[in-house]
């Protein structure tokens, strides 16, 4: 008896197997997302899962040119680049005619309606509104003339929604006119970010609470369903203004192919898929299996992946026709110190024994697989500043001299230090990094106590100042050195973005100079004098600038992505014949 | 007494069971690991960090290969002995001293503290473990302390009601009466004359929650409530396979398996010999 | 039978306040401060304060409990904190996968192992009694977090047999994706429930009404089916009825990792990100559920058994 229902499941596993096939088009892109996707709210585009899908929603001003590099600003619903006045302070942009907003039953006969300018200003006013809860005011916040003003007042319940902000004006339909404070030298890149799309006000009105489950924009594509927690699916948007495939690139892109679709009208791809994947196997496995179509490349199967040399694909990837793509990313991996913490906050040369003491170069391999660089300063190449031959002198890894300095810091052989704490995350990743951690410092007589928490726990302690040492990631948002040393500005510490609470004043006053000038050889220098400073005080512990390494499957077609740009999905095409024909053999 | 005689008729026929003793050796022979490892006698490859061999397979030199950081992965299956048998211990020994204080007062006193405790008890059965245990671990965050904390506090239930019935039951028994006319307070009456009547209770549902104790530090270790990084313990084996396996390195879920399998296993046949030794009537094989 | 049933739910109520009590004292204290998450990542002491006074979390104690309990009365659980989202439709969306999975895992279960069972407890100490026990009692020596992460590794992936990860909201097409965390899931429980159904039956077996049936002449079989296994259905029932609300929370572990949008799933987030709303009102619901259900089913042994009702 027992048997016979044995071999029934048997057979219904089987049965099951059988019927096992995809169902998704052909013609689409899946990728998998390392984290749920929690809302599709532009506001809320600081998370970069939030991130890597609105874009392809919610458009805005500008955007970045898809092929050339260094990343350059071109427009995107602008008509045009903006006039500036001669003083810098005034942008006029005149916005393209003819762009409508996606079908939605938020308008009078489902049909989308034309953008106009003051679109934009209530999409933006939004953005200020303390009640949208939006972490995106910093790209507006002092920027613009009485943008502060309405906010404040706004807030404490003294003015309203529609009251006019001094410093952005519709004079009609298709101008918008940005009056600024100060000369703003990232205002263009700011505006390339999601917080800055353009939303209708009618889909707010009607959804309120629920708009992030219901995003209308002008984008390529728009939300067809999302399964929380599973996947999100997007369709072609029939009313998009349409774009065409750039006609230029930089030098290499026509060898690799990435000029074959020069002019031809976008997107190429009828349906975007974004799974919600958040463990690695998963990931990996539906990546090898077909499944989706390009994917990131975690750290445990790196070395199945990639042969030594770091930029060649193993055999039996490159046998499933597999490419690696390897993009820069501007990005540094530190530990932060909490300047404010009476131990290390006033003894720089503890910083610079624990400095001393942490070997970098296992842990970029352990934990990055080499696919970056040991970081000297906040500085990541590729931008303004960046010197390759620049060594940070308490980067050499040195026990004698760590020892040195620890001496010099008071606690010779780590004797009378309490156990200093490290606070992480509680992910089997973090757990390792912890250990690491903690067997660097050991042989300084240094005991570290670590502290795992939930991540939201883990950004709490932060905020409220109680960590002591800490280890975070930052990529910068668009590509100027300006947002790595804002998170070294006195103002911006905790609750802002300066985690380690630093404060110095020459430091301060630098970096509030090198804001008036334009990107220029006067601004690199103020760049690498702030970076001297930073060096001297070390209130971090540079790690890594990590690489961006994508795997994609044969039929993916013009894939060029940087992580700085977002929206991308439009200019990738799928080669339907290649896939039907690969996916039977994986 | 009754006591008396109950266990060493108990005694002898655990003697003369032989999966029952072999299951006794076992476990004895896990407390030996732990001790060997905890006074760093043995097993001393758990820590020893050697990058340039991390995740090697399993050979002569390292019959489980090694880890992420190079060290020894047997030894260090070894050493999370000592956290499995920290746990099981004193989750299960909490949980069985909350239950038998709970459910003697239930049980002895009826009345309204029996309502109260009852209600209590309901109160909490109620809500699902591992929900109450998530909450717990995070008031007072991840650790061993807590861990033994959390599943000491929230698996008491089960005992405290075998008690309270048990005591039900033998307060009107005659000896106890006895005892009253004697003189006996009630503080002696339930101490010294019924206390060791669950005692056989107590023991089964000591080794029956060290199973539930060691596993849930697998479970919750996985979700991010265990012990702090870099103490051994095959819970953290366990959930850093998620990042293993998929690179074919087996040898860690493995060795933490199969060290954690031969101490379930034991405990698992030892309650059942114990059962059998203290009721012949229940037999269960 | 009305006065019972009465009698039944006035018992209901302190359960329900100390269900609610407990979950207010727990998660409220646990909750860490839930304004400076709704606050926002960068927010000002003010703004947290204003949030704080917003949230109603500046009202004593008492006050805010009468609030949840409010809330639990009208299924308002509020929003995620993490995600925004209305915590009652999260629920409304993840009970159809997790029970989807759970539902026929536990029918499979039952299907296999009380039979099982049966004719162990029938041939105790034959070879098939003795190599079931043994695989059984090796099955749960083993942690379900290796079966998941093994399942998926070796079955989906090297032997190509199911879908690796993912969800169809079709009828017909979640099967694919059900099928081998039902087969987990199985597993996972046949195990126990084989070796607890077991005892059950010996321990029937053993009683004097079994022996006395046997001296009387009556044939093993219909000793065991007639008598034995109803006798022995009752404590079997009582406990595999007590699990049933516990099966809308779906398995954490399954759901996470073949990616199921249930509600083990939902609770799995919600633990990795401290989401307190969502846990408290999956906590506060299951019991409910289980307090319902277990008057429904002495309700139902009232029916059956008249004694019942006199206790």
């Known amino acids: ?586 | ?285 | 039978m009305g006065k019972y049933i009465f009698r039944r739910v006035l018992y209901m109520i302190p359960i329900l306040f100390g269900v609610t009590l407990v979950t207010f004292l727990l998660f409220n204290v646990a909750g860490g401060d839930p304004a400076a998450q709704a606050a926002g990542r960068y927010a000002t002491p003010a703004q947290i304060q204003a949030m704080r006074v917003e949230m109603g979390l500046d009202k004593p104690m008492v006050v805010q409990y009468l609030n949840m309990v409010k809330q639990i009365f009208t299924l308002d659980w509020g929003r995620s904190w993490s995600s925004k989202q209305q915590i009652s439709i999260l629920i409304k969306e993840g009970v159809g996968p997790s029970l989807s999975l759970t539902i026929p895992a536990f029918i499979l279960t039952l299907l296999i192992s009380i039979p099982l069972a049966l004719v162990m407890a029938y041939k105790r100490n034959s070879i098939f009694d003795k190599s079931l026990l043994v695989s059984c009692l090796a099955l749960i020596s083993i942690s379900s977090v290796f079966y998941v992460l093994a399942g998926q590794y070796f079955i989906s992936y090297k032997l190509g047999w199911f879908p690796i990860w993912g969800w169809d909201p079709t009828w017909e097409g979640r099967w694919d994706y059900v099928a081998l965390p039902l087969l987990i899931m199985v597993i996972l429980s046949i195990g126990g429930d084989i070796l607890f159904f077991r005892t059950v039956f010996l321990e029937e077996m053993y009683q004097d009404y079994v022996r006395t049936a046997r001296s009387k002449g009556l044939p093993e079989r219909r000793v065991l089916f007639k008598h034995v296994l109803k006798n022995a259905l009752i404590p079997i029932i009582t406990l595999v009825v007590l699990e049933i609300p516990f099966l809308i929370l779906g398995s954490l572990l399954l759901e996470s990792y073949f990616g199921i949008p249930g509600l083990g799933n939902l609770i799995y987030r919600a633990i990795q990100e401290s989401d307190f709303p969502v846990i408290k009102a999956m906590t506060i619901m299951s019991a409910v559920l289980y307090i319902v259900l277990q008057l429904v089913t002495d309700v139902l042994y009232a029916l059956v058994d008249p004694k019942v009702r006199f206790e």
């Open chain 1, 1 to 586: 008896m027992a048997q016979r229902i044995l071999v029934l499941f048997a057979l219904a596993a089987a049965l099951a197997s059988c019927t096992h096939r995809s169902r998704t088009p052909l013609n689409s892109i899946a990728y998998s997302l390392k984290s749920n996707v929690k809302s599709l709210d532009p506001a809320q585009a600081g998370d970069e899962y939030v991130n890597e899908v609105v874009p392809n929603i919610v458009e805005g001003l500008l955007q970045y040119h898809y092929l050339k590099r260094p990343l350059e600003v071109i427009p995107q619903l602008a008509d045009g680049m903006p006039k500036v006045s001669k003083d810098g302070l005034t942008h006029t942009f005149k916005i393209k005619k003819g762009v409508r907003f996606q079908d939605s039953e938020v308008f009078p006969d489902g049909k989308g309606r034309e953008v106009v300018a003051a679109d934009f200003i209530y999409s933006w006013k939004r953005i200020a509104d303390t009640r949208t809860k939006s972490d995106g005011f910093w790209i507006f916040d002092g920027k613009i003339k009485g943008i502060n003003e309405w906010r404040d007042k706004l807030a404490k319940g003294t003015g309203k929604f529609e009251d006019p902000i001094e410093g952005l004006v519709a004079p009609d339909d298709h101008t918008l006119i940005v009056k600024l404070n100060k000369p703003y030298f990232q205002l263009y890149y700011v505006l390339t970010q999601a917080y800055a799309g353009v939303i209708p006000h009618e889909a707010v009105e009607k959804y309120g609470a629920e708009f992030l489950n219901h995003p209308v924009g002008t984008g390529p594509y728009k939300l067809d369903h999302w399964i929380r927690g599973n996947k999100v699916i997007l369709s072609r948007n029939p009313n998009w203004h349409g774009e065409t495939y750039p006609t230029e690139g930089e030098k290499g892109d026509l060898e690799a192919g990435l000029l074959a679709d020069a002019g031809k009208p976008l997107p190429f791809v009828d349906q975007l898929i974004f799974y919600e994947i958040p463990e690695d196997q998963p990931r990996w496995l539906t990546m090898m299996k077909g499944a989706v179509d390009f994917s990131d490349l975690p750290k445990d199967n790196y070395d199945g992946a990639v042969e030594k040399d770091a930029k060649t694909l193993k055999p039996q990837l490159v046998k499933k026709g597999i490419r690696l793509f390897i993009a820069p990313n501007a990005d540094i991996v530190y530990i932060s110190m909490n300047q404010e913490d009476p131990i290390l906050g006033k003894n720089v040369n503890l910083r610079r024994a624990l400095a001393l003491a942490y070997n970098t170069v296992p842990s970029l391999e352990k934990f990055y697989n080499n696919r970056g660089i040991v970081a000297q300063s906040p500085i990541p190449p590729g931008l303004d500043g960046y010197d390759p031959n620049f060594k940070n002198p308490w980067k050499e890894f040195n026990l004698e001299k760590a020892k040195e300095y620890l001496a010099k810091a008071g606690y010779p052989g780590g004797k009378g230090l309490p156990p200093i704490e490290y606070s992480t995350t509680s992910s089997s990743t973090s757990n390792q990094m912890a250990e690491y951690l903690e067997q660097q410092f050991a042989p300084l007589g240094i005991k570290i106590v670590v502290v795992a928490n939930s991540w939201p726990q883990f950004t709490d302690r932060i905020r409220t100042k109680k960590s002591q040492i800490f280890g975070i990631a930052w990529r910068v948002d668009y590509p100027d050195p300006q947002n790595m040393f804002q998170l070294l500005y006195g103002p911006n510490s905790s609750p802002g973005p300066n985690n380690s609470n630093f404060n110095n004043p020459e430091f301060n006053k630098l970096y509030e100079e090198s804001l008036t000038l334009p990107p220029g050889p006067a601004r690199t220098k103020i760049y690498q004098k702030l970076r001297d400073i930073f060096v001297d005080q070390l209130p971090w512990i540079p790690t890594v600038h990590r690489l961006d390494y994508r795997i994609l499957h044969s039929w993916v077609k013009n894939y060029k992505h940087n992580p700085i740009m977002h929206g991308d999905y439009k200019y990738m095409r799928v080669d339907v014949d290649n896939k039907r024909e690969m996916k039977e053999k994986l």
């Open chain 2, 1 to 285: 007494m009754k006591g008396k005689s109950l266990w060493s008729d108990a005694r002898s026929r655990l003697r003369r069971d032989p999966i029952g003793m072999i299951s006794f050796v076992v476990i004895c022979g896990y407390l030996l690991v732990a001790l060997l490892c905890a006074t760093h006698l043995g097993f001393k490859g758990y820590n020893v960090v050697d990058n340039s061999i991390a995740y090697q397979e399993p050979s002569v030199v390292h019959w489980f290969g090694t880890d992420i950081f190079g060290r020894d992965v047997f030894d260090r299956a070894a050493h999370g002995t000592i956290t499995s048998l920290t746990v099981g211990f004193f989750g299960a020994g909490l949980s069985v001293l909350i239950g038998t204080i709970l459910g003697a007062v239930a049980g002895y006193f009826g009345g309204f503290a029996d309502e109260l405790i009852t209600w209590f008890y309901t109160t909490i059965d109620t809500i699902p473990y591992i929900l109450l245990v998530v909450a717990f671990s995070f008031v007072m965050g991840p650790s061993l302390t807590t861990l033994c904390l959390a599943i000491g506090l929230t698996s008491w239930i089960r005992h405290c009601r075998v008690v309270r019935a048990e005591f039900l039951k033998q307060r009107e028994r005659d000896y106890v009466q006895a005892a009253a006319a004697l003189g006996s307070g009630n503080l002696r009456r339930i101490f010294v004359h019924i206390l060791p009547n669950t005692f056989h209770l107590i023991l089964i549902n000591f080794t029956l929650g060290f199973i539930s104790a060691v596993k849930s530090e697998v479970i919750l270790t996985y979700l991010g409530l265990g012990v702090k990084p870099g103490t051994p313990s095959w819970g953290a084996m366990i959930s850093d396979a998620r990042l293993e396996l998929s690179r074919d390195v087996w040898w860690g879920l493995a060795a933490a398996t199969i060290f954690m399998f031969f101490l379930v296993l034991a405990f698992t046949l030892f309650n059942d010999a114990l059962r059998d030794a203290l009721d012949p009537k229940l037999k269960s094989r």
